[in-house]
T-cell receptor, first 116, second 116 residues
Framework: EDKVVQSPLSLVVHEGDTVTLNCSYE??????LLWYKQEKKAPTFLFML????IEKKSGRLSSILDKKELFSILNITATQTGDSAVYLC????????????????FGQGTILTVHP | DTGVSQNPRHKITKRGQNVTFRCDPI?????LYWYRQTLGQGPEFLTY????????KSRLLSDRFSAERPKGSFSTLEIQRTEQGDSAMYLC??????????????FGPGTRLTVL
């Protein structure tokens, strides 16, 4: 069965701290791994990773994928209270037998709380 | 607003009643997805449409659930004989087929269903 597992499930830090969120996966027909941020509403897209070892950065957020060990990490440096949210990892899988569409399988999320 | 819209935003119903949710995707998107998210979990894939064709259904979609996209534009998700376990956030997402194998899925605000 396809699975995506995130750790830790929750994390409480203070502003200015650096955090690392983990995502491991075991899925068939892997194509890419995505990170989303969810704040009491629909998930918003952060990163998509398809190649191992290539870091993607956006401001204080960065992420990297290891396709050999089947995991990804999301780093947030100099955290701010506005970073408080659920961070979701998802794997995009191509449906077996098809090459033009697929589906996202999500992990359970990491709840990040940043205190002032 | 040209994003994905969903109606209603909240629905409270009694066990055994039928409910129907609507999703209006971004107008030029031909791919539409339904997900279900329960408290403390990531979204779970339910079904996928390309234009009006329903191409993929999760085994989570029991025979009480049915989804349609009659003209390849808006979609409806109906749950018959609701059960308390159906209480969740139902998310709709849409994407285009332009570009590579994966195109970003844009999520709607969701419909929160509470079954009493």
């Amino acid at each position: 069965e396809d699975k995506v597992v995130q750790s830790p499930l929750s994390l409480v830090v203070h502003e200015g701290d650096t955090v690392t969120l983990n995502c491991s996966y075991e899925v068939t027909n892997f194509r890419s791994l995505l990170w989303y941020k969810q704040e009491k509403k629909a998930p918003t897209f952060l990163f998509m990773l398809t190649s191992s070892g290539i870091e993607k950065k956006s401001g204080r957020l960065s992420s990297i994928l290891d396709k050999k060990e089947l995991f990804s990490i999301l780093n947030i440096t100099a955290t701010q209270t506005g970073d408080s949210a659920v961070y979701l990892c998802a794997v995009y899988q191509v449906v077996a037998g098809g090459t033009s569409y697929g589906k996202l399988t999500f992990g359970q999320g990491t709840i990040l709380t940043v205190h002032p | 607003d040209t994003g994905v819209s969903q109606n209603p935003r909240h629905k409270i119903t009694k066990r055994g009643q039928n409910v129907t949710f609507r999703c209006d995707p971004i107008s030029e998107h031909n791919r539409l997805y339904w997900y279900r998210q329960t408290l403390g979990q990531g979204p779970e894939f339910l079904t996928y449409f390309q234009n009006e064709a329903q191409l993929e259904k999760s085994r989570l979609l029991s025979d009480r659930f049915s989804a349609e996209r009659p003209k390849g534009s808006f979609s409806t998700l109906e749950i018959q004989r609701t059960e308390q376990g159906d209480s969740a956030m139902y998310l709709c997402a849409s994407s285009s087929t332009w570009g590579g194998a994966y195109n970003e899925q844009f999520f709607g605000p969701g419909t929160r269903l509470t079954v009493l």
